[in-house]
């Protein structure tokens, strides 16, 4: 099995992995937990408002997923960066898996874009809020807006 073979049974969310029937791949378990969570569809991944159903209606109040579906998929992007460099691209020298895997694997070239993506990360996961505060003399403070919008923006600086 070649490398790209390999790598894409890896992220395949048909598991177990076709060749090791024994094995399941957690990242593509990951992968398949955000996009049910965030109203995606299951198998390409675009965002479908799918979390807008009636099951997810009660008593007038939306119980929604995005917030988990949204960690899972920053834990995702940190995973995928951890674990993968492709070949034909110079090491990035940062150490952060989720700067790797948007240097690496994305179209997004903007590192203050990348880092506000990782500031979001470590914002939900170690305070579970949407604001930092500024600790560092370099630092920014940082308030993010989750919005079930279609948009091409991933992020949007002020």
């Known amino acids: 099995m070649n490398e790209k073979e390999t790598i894409k049974n890896f992220l395949s969310i048909e598991q177990p992995m076709?060749?090791?029937?024994?094995?399941?791949?957690?990242i593509a378990l990951l992968?398949?937990?955000?996009?049910?969570?965030?109203?995606?569809?299951?198998n390409t991944?675009?965002?479908e408002r799918l979390e807008f159903t009636k099951e997810r209606f009660e008593d007038e109040t939306l119980h929604s997923f995005q917030f988990s579906g949204l960690i899972n998929y920053l834990i995702f992007l940190e995973q995928i960066g951890?674990?993968?460099?492709?070949?034909?691209?110079?090491?990035?020298?940062?150490?952060?898996?989720?700067f790797r895997c948007l240097y690496y694997f994305s179209d997004m070239s903007n590192e203050t874009k990348?880092?506000?993506?990782?500031?979001?990360?470590?914002?939900?996961?170690?305070?579970f809020g949407?604001?930092?505060?500024?600790?560092?003399?370099?630092?920014?403070?940082?308030?993010?807006?989750?919005?079930?919008?279609?948009?091409?923006?991933i992020v949007e600086l002020p």
Do not use: W
């Open 18 to 26: 076709p060749l090791l029937m024994s094995h399941t791949s957690t």
């Open 31 to 42: 992968l398949k937990g955000a996009r049910k969570m965030f109203g995606c569809n299951l």
């Open 45 to 47: 991944g675009k965002y």
């Open 82 to 98: 951890g674990a993968f460099k492709p070949k034909d691209k110079p090491t990035c020298g940062k150490t952060n898996g989720i």
């Open 114 to 127: 990348i880092n506000a993506i990782v500031t979001l990360r470590n914002s939900l996961t170690h305070r």
């Open 130 to 153: 949407l604001a930092t505060e500024k600790k560092l003399k370099n630092s920014v403070p940082r308030k993010f807006t989750l919005s079930s919008e279609r948009n091409s923006q």
